[in-house]
């Protein structure tokens, strides 16, 4: 039997928590309201309204006559003679010297430069790196999953509820009344004489003398100077410069494109694939049905004889043989399905058994495997290149020139005359005149009254009113209320976990590396180089003149001359006059007010009061609780089992007498024969007795061994088809 790690699947219990929602009844303790009526006395005040006679003083205004002075200005009007300056204008022609410029074109040489563009070919040396692929051997390290199991312990806190009882305090209100004294001003009125004086108008009729200004209007002959225009043609000579157009012939430059076109080649990189061969080993093998001879039952005393007892016995009994103790083949019932039983023989004769082994084939393949390459390409190109040529041509520019021309025009030129003249002025003057108005005046005398004046007084008055006054007294009482309590429970449960087993392998990868290689291309380069060229150009220059021509100029000059102007002064008088003049004076009076007293009333009222009962009552509540579930799961399992092989068993005696002389300690010896022999016919047989493909069984139940491993051939149908 050899140990081997074999792979198996099995099924590992563990816990699993599953959330269940669960009812319970709650003892919750609400407030109910109901309505009570009340009744509260209070107390108002009534507003009352009530009369009384009051004095107050009144300004009277007074009205008298005082005697003012005022002053008066009196316009005059007389007239003055002005003397005044007029500025009267002339014209002059005057000479007046200008500057002309007179322009005049020459033809000057000038030198420029000009950049002449030429191509030349040049070598230029460039590295490539070409790309290759090169196979690397790679160390890495895997890391392969063993699962294996743990017991863990872990702690639950399992809920419940408790039922606490829970003193609290409740504020009852409580309602009684108390006697209260309390002062009130009784109001009441008394009747009393009072004198007062009072101011009686009266009208009298007066008579007024005032003096008016009276407006009137007179027209002044006023003479007056006006300065007259008029208008004169004056002949006047002018210069003008008359523009015309010359075409000139001008050289210039231009710069005429040639395009060329060129050949080159670039490098283009393109991955293609390339298919190489890879030898792949699989496993292609498969199970067959192996045949192994063994001793299939224990023969009677007579097949003792034989040399049948502790080997036929043993054997029989590990393979479900006959132990009936038949003699012979032809006695024995016991024959069964060679594959499904795994027997085949007759009971007192050798027995073939068959089991299911795996038998590996590696089988190595070339497989096709792709990879992809890069490749360098010179791929030829066309690009076009412009190059430019200077040539020389002639235009013909226009130039704009002047000439000067004397022109003679009519200019009408302002003057100014003098003429005086006369106007009829209206002038605004006043005289006084004496008027007289009559106007009512109004006097007072002061007369003395009696009258019955009411006036309001109190008197103190102490009474007594019961009030209702509430006060909270506290009551302690107790309830049932549930508290959410916990406790802890430590429990066991299996955990898989994955431990990880480093292992060195080795790979062939391909690298991409590059190498440098020194190529050459040419190509044109276009240069440049500097010619100086000359070529004639127009300048235009300015020549300075001094002219001299005729202008009018338009003077002043001052005159004197003497007018007469009404010029308006004022006089001032002294006058008298009766301005009516009012004074205050103060009077008392009397009148009724009307004023509100508050008089307080006893009055009852009913109002509703809400009051709160406490009732208990049982609601249902859901709640969650996770109840641990029992489950399987399938875990691959590495587990080292014995394994069956056949081994080869050599013969080392054929003496009889090896087994009488044999010296081997006692607990080698079972039914007087030793282990590890076997004896037939008198053939004595060394080394193990017993097949691998007992599955790693040994003596049992105290079992003799006395039938030799006979090695017998396949019958035909037992079901093995590869080694026939």
Not at 94 to 110: F, G, K, L, N, R
Not at 468 to 481: D, Y
Not at 677 to 687: I, R
């Amino acid at each position: 039997m050899r140990s081997q790690y074999v792979t198996e699947t099995r099924q590992v219990p563990y816990t699993a928590y599953q959330r269940e929602t669960r009812t319970r009844m709650r003892t919750v303790t609400r407030r109910v309201a109901r309505v009570e009526s009340r009744q509260q006395t209070y107390t108002v005040q009534v507003p009352t309204t009530q009369t009384r006679t009051e004095n107050y003083n009144v300004q009277v205004a007074v009205p008298y006559t005082q005697q003012v002075p005022y002053t008066v200005q009196i316009p005059v009007t007389t007239q003055i003679e002005q003397t005044y300056q007029v500025s009267i204008p002339y014209t002059e022609q005057v000479a007046q010297a200008y500057t002309v410029q007179i322009p005049h074109t020459d033809q000057v040489e000038q030198t420029y430069t000009v950049e002449v563009p030429y191509t030349e070919i040049q070598t230029q040396n460039y590295t490539v790196s070409v790309p290759y692929t090169d196979q690397v051997e790679q160390r890495y390290t895997v890391q392969i999953p063993v699962h294996q199991t743990r017991d863990e312990t872990y702690t639950v806190e399992v809920p419940y509820t408790d039922e606490v009882e829970q003193t609290y305090t409740v504020q009852v209100p409580v309602t009684s009344t108390r006697t209260e004294t309390y002062q009130v001003s009784v109001p009441y009125t008394e009747t009393t004489t009072q004198s007062y004086t009072i101011q009686v108008p009266y009208t009298e009729m007066a008579t007024q003398n005032y003096q008016v200004d009276v407006p009137y209007t007179e027209n002044i002959e006023q003479p007056y100077t006006v300065t007259v225009p008029y208008t004169e043609a004056v002949q006047q000579n002018y210069t003008v410069n008359i523009p015309y157009v010359e075409h000139v012939a001008q050289n210039y430059q231009v710069q005429v494109p040639v395009t060329q076109t060129h050949t080159a080649y670039r490098t283009v990189n393109r991955c293609v694939p390339v298919t190489t061969m890879k030898t792949v080993t699989r496993d292609q093998g498969s199970y067959q049905c192996v045949p192994t001879e063994v001793q299939s039952s224990v023969a009677p005393s007579s097949c003792l004889t034989g040399g049948q007892g502790l080997i036929g016995s043993l054997l029989g009994g590990l393979v479900g043989g006959c132990r009936g103790g038949c003699l012979s083949a032809s006695a024995c019932t016991c024959n069964a399905d060679p594959c499904n039983s795994g027997v085949v023989g007759d009971a007192c004769c050798p027995t073939i058994v068959y089991r299911k082994v795996y038998v590996p084939n590696l089988v190595c393949e070339q497989v096709p495997v792709t990879t992809y390459q890069n490749q360098c390409t010179q791929v030829p190109y066309c690009y076009t290149t412009t190059s430019y040529t200077c040539e020389t041509r002639t235009r013909m520019v226009p130039v704009t020139r002047c000439r000067t021309e004397t022109r003679s025009r009519t200019v009408n030129v302002t003057k100014y005359k003098t003429e005086t003249r006369s106007r009829s002025v209206p002038v605004t003057r006043t005289r006084t005149e004496q008027r007289s108005r009559q106007y009512s005046v109004t006097k007072y005398r002061t007369e003395t009254r009696t009258r019955e004046v009411p006036v309001n007084r109190t008197r103190m008055e102490t009474r007594t009113r019961d009030i209702p006054v509430t006060t909270m007294t506290t009551q302690t009482r107790t309830r049932r209320v549930p508290v959410q309590k916990s406790r802890t429970e430590t429990r066991t449960r299996t955990v898989p976990y994955t431990e990880y087993k480093t292992e060195d392998r080795t790979r062939m990868v391909p690298v991409q590396r590059y190498r440098e290689e020194q190529r050459s291309r040419q190509y044109q380069v276009t240069k440049c180089r500097t010619e100086t060229r000359t070529r004639m150009v127009p300048v235009t220059r300015m020549t300075t003149e001094t002219r001299s021509r005729m202008v009018p100029v338009t003077r002043t000059r001052l005159e004197t001359r003497t007018r007469l102007i009404p010029q308006t002064t004022m006089t001032t008088e002294t006058r008298t006059r009766t301005i009516q003049c009012t004074r205050m004076e103060t009077q008392v009076r009397s009148r009724q007010v009307n004023f509100t007293v508050c008089v307080p009333q006893q009055r009852v009222r009913n109002y509703n009061v809400k009051v709160y009962d406490c009732v208990t009552e049982e609601i249902p509540e859901t709640y969650s609780v996770c109840v641990p579930v029992q489950k399987c799961r399938t875990v691959r399992v590495r587990v080292c089992k014995p394994v069956a092989t056949t081994i080869q068993v050599p013969v080392c005696s054929t003496d009889e007498s090896h087994y009488q002389s044999s010296s081997l300690p006692p607990e080698h010896i079972i039914d007087g024969q030793p282990l590890g022999e076997s004896v037939m016919d008198g053939v004595v047989f060394d080394g193990p007795i017993i097949d691998a493909t007992m599955s790693g069984q040994g003596v049992y139940e105290g079992q003799s061994m006395e039938r030799p491993i006979i090695e017998a051939p396949v019958q035909t149908g037992a079901g093995c088809t590869n080694c026939n």
